[in-house]
């Protein structure tokens, strides 16, 4: 079931404003324009999914679409809100981004990569997250030296069935200032070599309540020869 309604409640002043908010709706903000984004529910305020035509009973691929338009329309802007449980095939993350799921075991369910791996990978924080199915989460700066800077999760929660010697349940990769308060990784293949957790070349961490529960060769695996400052608290595999 959704969540209750936070209506405009988390968007700056100036979007929430009167001058914002008419009778018919929320107005489409300069940032969807420039995104290229149009709403397709014009009732719920921007950033919330369910704006850019996102729902439990929507097919995959209508809510990767909703999704994703709600993530590129919102960068650096405001958060993307999650209310209910979302199918959906994979969604790429961009700097200055903040998702928020507002009720535990909401998320997103289905297969592939909640993926965010570039040069410039700056200022993510995912918070309450449920991801369930095939999908895993995989966040990384660039692979010849570039580090993705203040990445931030926050109770997350990953139960995910892929099955590969080369995934993790959460990769989190070349980063400088990332922290974690509980991601609980949980796999449930049978048979395979998925890995639960992956920190490779991350420096000036704070690492609380890492999980990993379910059949895996290696829980928690810090890869690349340089993972400084590990605080790892309250961690269990």
Same mark, same amino acid.
Request: with cysteine; hydrophobic share 40%.
């Given at each position: 079931?959704?969540?209750?309604?936070?209506?405009?409640?988390?968007?700056?002043?100036?979007?929430?404003?009167?001058?914002?908010?008419?009778?018919?709706?929320?107005?489409?903000?300069?940032?969807?324009?420039?995104?290229?984004?149009?709403?397709?529910?014009?009732?719920?305020?921007?950033?919330?999914?369910?704006?850019?035509?996102?729902?439990?009973?929507?097919?995959?691929?209508?809510?990767?679409?909703?999704?994703?338009?709600?993530?590129?329309?919102?960068?650096?802007?405001?958060?993307?809100?999650?209310?209910?449980?979302?199918?959906?095939?994979?969604?790429?993350?961009?700097?200055?981004?903040?998702?928020?799921?507002?009720?535990?075991?909401?998320?997103?369910?289905?297969?592939?990569?909640?993926?965010?791996?570039? $040069?410039? !990978? *700056?200022?993510?924080?995912?918070?309450? @997250?449920?991801?369930?199915?095939?999908?895993?989460?995989?966040? +990384? %700066? #660039?692979?010849?030296?570039?580090?993705?800077?203040?990445?931030?999760?926050?109770?997350?929660?990953?139960?995910?069935?892929?099955?590969?010697?080369?995934?993790?349940? $959460?990769? !989190? *990769?070349?980063?400088?200032?990332?922290? @974690?308060?509980?991601?609980?990784?949980?796999?449930?293949?049978? +048979? %395979? #070599?998925?890995?639960?957790?992956?920190?490779?070349?991350?420096?000036?961490?704070?690492?609380?309540?890492?999980?990993?529960?379910?059949?895996?060769?290696?829980?928690?695996?810090?890869?690349?020869?340089?993972?400084?400052?590990?605080?790892?608290?309250?961690?269990?595999?």
């Amino acid at each position: 079931s959704e969540a209750a309604d936070l209506g405009d409640s988390y968007l700056p002043v100036a979007l929430a404003g009167r001058n914002y908010k008419r009778q018919s709706g929320y107005r489409r903000t300069a940032a969807e324009i420039a995104a290229g984004v149009t709403p397709v529910n014009y009732g719920y305020a921007p950033g919330d999914v369910r704006r850019y035509g996102a729902s439990a009973s929507a097919s995959a691929a209508a809510n990767t679409l909703a999704i994703q338009n709600a993530i590129n329309a919102a960068v650096g802007e405001y958060p993307v809100i999650l209310y209910d449980l979302y199918p959906c095939n994979g969604l790429t993350i961009l700097s200055d981004t903040t998702i928020i799921a507002l009720q535990k075991g909401h998320g997103l369910i289905g297969s592939g990569a909640i993926s965010g791996i570039v $040069a410039s !990978l *700056n200022d993510v924080t995912i918070d309450g @997250v449920s991801l369930f199915g095939a999908l895993y989460l995989q966040l +990384s %700066g #660039d692979a010849v030296g570039t580090l993705a800077k203040r990445i931030t999760l926050r109770d997350v929660y990953i139960e995910t069935s892929i099955n590969s010697a080369a995934l993790y349940g $959460a990769a !989190l *990769n070349n980063m400088d200032g990332l922290t @974690v308060e509980n991601l609980h990784v949980h796999l449930t293949a049978t +048979s %395979g #070599d998925t890995r639960g957790i992956g920190l490779g070349v991350v420096h000036n961490s704070n690492l609380r309540g890492l999980r990993v529960t379910g059949g895996v060769s290696m829980g928690i695996e810090t890869y690349g020869g340089d993972v400084n400052n590990p605080s790892l608290l309250n961690t269990r595999i």
